[in-house]
C-alpha cells in the first residue's frame, strides 16, 4: 500500500507498480472468496445432474 501513495523521485513508476500490485491482490481475493466457490458449486450441480441423466431407470426393460 506504500508504493500507491509514494512521493519523491521516482514516485511515478513507483505508484504504477503500487496501483498494479495492489489491484492484483484484490483481484485475487474477489476471484477466491466469489468467483471460484460459484464455479465450484456450479460443476458439483452439473455433475450430479449429469450421475442422474446417466442411471438407467426402472421403466426400461432389461435385455
Known sequence: MPLVFAS???AMSRQIIGITVFGGMLMA???GILF???LY?????LREWA????????K????
Open 8 to 10: 519523491g523521485a521516482g
Open 36 to 38: 471460484i466457490p460459484a
Open 51 to 58: 450421475k442422474s441423466h446417466k442411471q438407467p431407470s426402472d
Open 29 to 31: 481475493t474477489a476471484i
Open 41 to 45: 458449486l456450479h460443476i458439483q450441480r
Open 60 to 63: 426400461d426393460p432389461q435385455h
